[in-house]
Structure formats: structure tokens, C-alpha cells
């Protein structure tokens, strides 16, 4: 479900911004960006954001600002700066270059270091830090706020495209049971023909050949099943928790006794509203995707 959301906030201590927006994914795929001082409210970040979200590309981004100066901490990525001083020295040898790094060439490669501002008033940062959590969880209730109204067409889309598929369902037992009576009397005709000439046919055996011909076009436990899964997926899409996982699995299972019906079911139109059943589960299944 996509949405959109800012908060911006200044005090004494700081002034920043937290933006946040979220597009449609299967899973939940979160993107949190920070400022290198405040690196350690991302995991709390984080946590916040999978408390209220549950699926979707959510991408988050923090812009602060210090209003006092502090100072600042350099972060030096030593692994990589012994990597490339090795290699370095390796291209000196070759002949490739004729001097090896210096340490403005070393400072100037992505990575090698970092750097990160550091408060002395402990007070003060707890002050910053809570600040900024309080407006992530403000900047997720706007997020909410707007995902609640997609939420909202998407339900009454649900609703409609589900109620479509029981009508279809309903016409294709009518179908199924002129079908099933047509079958019947072909069989008969086909009996009634045996009887002629001569063949002599065992009543018993032929008897049971009819059962075994009607049974196989028996889809009463498959509409059954599926009238079942219809009523699931109405009390899922009412409910306030996230089901969007769940109505996937579940349109996967009616699409599976759809398909049965289909080789089961006797009748000029089943082929017909097979298909318009399965075209309606496709759109259920497109939208279902972009639920929570």
C-alpha cells in the first residue's frame, strides 16, 4: 500500500525532518536513512516502523542539525585503508605509478572514513534522541492516516470482485446440475442401445458404471470449499489485523478448485464461466498484493 508522510521540528538543541513513504511489495522492505551522528537511533528506527507495518517498500530518512557545535569523531575503516595501501605499493612496484598514496588520496576513497559528531552532554542527546523518536511515531501515524484511505477503495474493490465470483460460482452449479441430468439421460440412451441385437448387458454392472460416470462429475465438495473460502475472505478483509499474506494463500486455494471444477463439471457454459471466474481471482490477486 503506498502513503506519504513528513514532520519537521526545531528546538534549541536541534532542528530536522523525518520523511517517510511507502510503495506496494510483498514483504516488507525497509529502508532507513540517517544522519552518520545519529546512527544508533536506527535500530529503534526500525523497530518502530515493523510495530506499525506489516508489507510494503517503506523508505524512512532523517535530515538533522546540531544547533551547537560539537565535536566530532573520525571513523577510519583500517581494513580497507591497509588494502589500499598494499595495493598501492603493488602499483608502485609495477611501475604503474611512481609514488604510492598519500593520506589525502587514502581519505579521499568512499569509505575509509567517517565521520560522526559526539556530545558531551549526555542530557541533551537523550533530549535529541527522544525528540526524534516521538516524530517517527507521529510521522508513521500520517503514514497510516493515508494508507487507511487506500485501504478503504481497496476493501470496497475486494468486496465487489468477491461478490462477483460467488455469482459465477452460483451459475456454475446450475450449469454443473443441468449437466449432470444431461449426462444421466445420455447414459441411458447409451444403455438403451446395448440392449440392442442381441448383447446381453448385466444390469448390476451397468448400474454401477452410471455411479462411477455421475461421481466423477460431483463438484459438490469443491463449491463447498470454495463458498468456505469466499466467507474466509470476507471476515479477513474486515478484520483491523494485516491479511494480505493470508488472502493470497487464500486466493491460491480458490483458484485450485476453480481449475477442479472445470475438469469436473459437465455443461456447454462451464468452459465460460470458468474462465470469467478465474479472470475475476486474477484481479482479486493483483489487488490483494498491494494489501497489508
Not at 68 to 90: F, H, M
Amino acid at each position: 500500500m503506498t502513503g506519504f508522510a513528513s514532520v519537521s521540528h526545531e528546538n534549541e538543541l536541534v532542528s530536522f525532518s523525518v520523511t517517510v513513504r511507502s510503495l506496494n511489495h510483498r514483504y516488507l522492505d525497509l529502508h532507513i536513512r540517517v544522519p552518520p551522528t545519529f546512527v544508533e537511533l536506527e535500530q529503534d528506527i526500525r523497530s518502530l516502523v515493523q510495530q506499525r507495518v506489516a508489507r510494503g517498500r517503506v523508505e524512512l530518512t532523517v535530515v538533522a542539525r546540531l544547533k551547537t557545535e560539537a565535536p566530532v569523531e573520525l571513523d577510519v575503516n583500517e581494513t580497507l585503508v591497509a588494502a589500499l595501501v598494499k595495493t598501492g605499493i603493488e602499483a608502485t612496484k609495477r611501475g604503474w605509478v611512481e609514488t604510492g598514496l598519500t593520506a589525502g588520496e587514502l581519505l579521499r576513497f568512499p569509505g575509509v572514513a567517517t565521520v560522526r559528531e559526539i556530545t558531551t552532554d549526555p542530557e541533551a542527546w537523550k533530549a535529541i534522541c527522544v525528540c526524534i523518536s516521538e516524530a517517527t511515531a507521529e510521522v508513521l501515524t500520517g503514514l497510516d492516516r493515508m494508507r487507511c484511505r487506500e485501504g478503504e477503495f481497496l476493501f470496497s474493490d475486494l468486496t465487489g470482485r468477491a461478490a462477483a465470483v460467488k455469482e459465477l460460482v452460483d451459475r456454475l452449479v446450475d450449469t454443473a446440475q443441468a449437466g449432470d441430468e444431461a449426462l444421466r439421460d445420455r447414459l441411458k440412451r447409451l444403455i438403451g442401445d446395448l440392449g440392442i441385437g442381441g448383447v446381453q448387458t448385466d444390469p448390476v454392472v451397468l448400474a454401477q458404471e452410471v455411479v462411477k460416470w455421475v461421481a466423477r462429475s460431483d463438484i459438490h465438495e469443491e463449491v463447498a470449499r470454495l463458498y468456505g473460502h469466499l466467507e474466509h475472505l470476507a471476515g479477513l478483509a474486515e478484520a483491523a489485523a494485516p491479511c494480505g499474506r493470508k488472502l493470497d494463500f487464500l486466493l491460491q486455494e480458490m483458484n485450485r478448485e476453480i481449475n477442479t471444477i472445470g475438469s469436473k463439471a459437465e455443461g456447454r457454459e462451464v468452459g465460460s464461466l470458468v474462465v470469467a471466474a478465474k479472470a475475476e481471482l486474477e484481479k482479486l490477486r493483483e489487488q490483494i498484493q498491494n494489501m497489508e
